[in-house]
């Protein structure tokens, strides 16, 4: 509102006008202040001493000459953070009242504190929202490494203990994609060629007739024939012998 066209009406009917606070909350209100900046409205915040009566029988306590009220008086219109008449931090809205050549100010205005609580609530919901978000990507985020990354890895490292140890019948069950895939690919086609050329390397020690036994790097066997057991007057199966160390094996046979 930049001006106001205005009739001369009784003072009761104005007080009425202005004492309506619908929507305010509980410390806004809009009043009336003249050129001389004494009130021409009643104040419910300071009615001691901002009245209408008490404005104008005690102007020295009832003035408001706050930076809100001179703008409109200048013919100002506009809204800012600032300081009301009893030095409380005010929103302020204000703009300039024309009844012919007299220039009144009327402003809207309501304690900071409740004015900017909305804003301040929206602000705490806004990062109520984005910690709700991280929270959700970062769950998602690990659940996704979990099953993609982490899962896959726990079960190729499983799978390489068992291959290592001999157990080349080892199975690597799972869920593999992309790059993991191609990896599972690879360890399987590598497991594979392990177990070809362990077969003919198997068969080959199979047919021999001289005793003979293999260890590997850890000292552990991995084959024992049956010719070996003979010469050493052990009984049982040769293949019960695979995976059990060598020194141990020695030993026992003294």
Not at 106 to 112: G, I, K, V
Not at 220 to 232: C, K, Q, Y
């Amino acid at each position: 509102v930049e001006a106001v066209a205005m009739l001369r009406a009784p003072r009761a009917s104005l007080a009425g006008i202005m004492a309506l606070r619908t929507g305010m909350g509980q410390t806004g209100e809009s009043f009336l202040v003249g050129g001389e900046g004494l009130m021409r409205s009643d104040s419910f915040r300071a009615a001691d001493t901002h009245s209408l009566r008490a404005s104008f029988a005690a102007p020295h306590t009832g003035r408001v000459e706050t930076q809100a009220a001179k703008s409109a008086l200048s013919g100002a219109t506009g809204t800012a953070l600032t300081e009301d008449f009893r030095g409380v931090p005010v929103l302020s809205g204000f703009a300039p009242v024309t009844v012919g050549d007299v220039t009144w100010a009327l402003l809207a205005e309501t304690d900071q504190d409740e004015a900017l609580a909305a804003a301040d609530d929206l602000t705490l919901g806004a990062l109520g929202l984005g910690v709700i978000t991280v929270a959700a990507i970062l769950a998602a985020t690990v659940a996704f490494l979990r099953r993609e990354l982490l899962t896959p890895f726990a079960a190729i490292r499983t799978y390489l203990r068992q291959i290592a140890g001999g157990t080349l019948s080892a199975e690597l069950p799972g869920r593999f994609k992309a790059e993991m895939a191609e990896i599972k690919e690879g360890l399987l086609e590598m497991t594979g060629e392990i177990k070809v050329k362990l077969g003919f390397a198997g068969s080959v020690l199979k047919a021999m007739t001289v005793p003979c036994l293999v260890a590997n790097a850890k000292n552990r066997l991995t084959f024992v024939n049956a010719p070996l057991l003979d010469l050493l007057q052990e009984s049982g199966d040769p293949e019960s012998r695979q995976g059990q160390d060598l020194e141990a094996f020695l030993r026992d046979l003294g």
